[in-house]
């Protein structure tokens, strides 16, 4: 899985930029997108984003349950291999802009729930955590309609900790990680 992962993106992106139609998807006023990062279902979760496009600025809110997903190892700071960090229902707001074409930047805060389990005696307790980042993603169209989107997403979050019965968890106040949506611009209207 480690190695078709990357594999997909690249075969992807390279088939995308030949489906690129003449006229130009980032010639937009306005859209209407429906996007969601696939991986979520394979680890048993799911994501499901809306966003609205009004000539270079888009706002998405979204949702998310990452399944099995373990987010600590996109910790790049006190990440422990004694504890698994698993997305629950958690709900976000993106607001970004397109700096060059499909090319685009954007803010974002999510109202993590995670479950924090500790591998050696399977104990699970919550943590809440309010995260701020940023992200920089590009739209490949293939087709009118149907895009997919690889990006790179940096959090940021307050220092918070849980005790298990003496051995202490805390949380990374910083991850990185590698996303890879698929989406939908079901309406949009284009410039005159």
Request: charged share 20%; aromatic share 18%.
């Given at each position: 899985m480690k190695t078709f992962f990357p594999l997909f993106i690249a075969f992807s992106l390279t088939m995308s930029a030949f489906a690129q139609e003449k006229k130009h998807s980032y010639d937009v006023n306005q859209a209407l997108e429906v996007e969601s990062?696939?991986?979520?279902?394979v680890t048993g979760g799911y994501h499901i984003g809306v966003g609205y496009r009004?000539?270079?600025f888009r706002a998405r809110a979204s949702i998310i349950n990452g399944g099995s997903y373990n987010a600590e190892t996109a910790g790049i700071k006190n990440s422990s291999k004694d504890f698994k960090r698993h997305y629950k229902t958690s709900p976000g707001i993106?607001?970004?802009y397109s700096v060059w074409k499909n090319l685009e930047i954007y803010s974002f805060v999510e109202a993590h729930r995670f479950e924090?389990?500790?591998?050696a005696t399977d104990?699970?307790?919550n943590m809440r955590s309010l995260d701020f980042g940023g992200g920089v993603g590009y739209q490949f169209f293939i087709g009118k309609?149907?895009?997919i989107q690889p990006a790179i997403h940096v959090y940021t979050r307050k220092s918070k900790s849980l005790d298990f019965d003496g051995a202490k968890y805390t949380i990374p106040n910083v991850d990185i990680s590698p996303v890879f949506r698929i989406g939908y611009r079901f309406w949009n209207k284009t410039k005159q």
């Amino acid at each position: 899985m480690k190695t078709f992962f990357p594999l997909f993106i690249a075969f992807s992106l390279t088939m995308s930029a030949f489906a690129q139609e003449k006229k130009h998807s980032y010639d937009v006023n306005q859209a209407l997108e429906v996007e969601s990062l696939v991986p979520m279902f394979v680890t048993g979760g799911y994501h499901i984003g809306v966003g609205y496009r009004y000539k270079k600025f888009r706002a998405r809110a979204s949702i998310i349950n990452g399944g099995s997903y373990n987010a600590e190892t996109a910790g790049i700071k006190n990440s422990s291999k004694d504890f698994k960090r698993h997305y629950k229902t958690s709900p976000g707001i993106f607001i970004g802009y397109s700096v060059w074409k499909n090319l685009e930047i954007y803010s974002f805060v999510e109202a993590h729930r995670f479950e924090i389990r500790q591998k050696a005696t399977d104990v699970k307790k919550n943590m809440r955590s309010l995260d701020f980042g940023g992200g920089v993603g590009y739209q490949f169209f293939i087709g009118k309609y149907f895009y997919i989107q690889p990006a790179i997403h940096v959090y940021t979050r307050k220092s918070k900790s849980l005790d298990f019965d003496g051995a202490k968890y805390t949380i990374p106040n910083v991850d990185i990680s590698p996303v890879f949506r698929i989406g939908y611009r079901f309406w949009n209207k284009t410039k005159q």
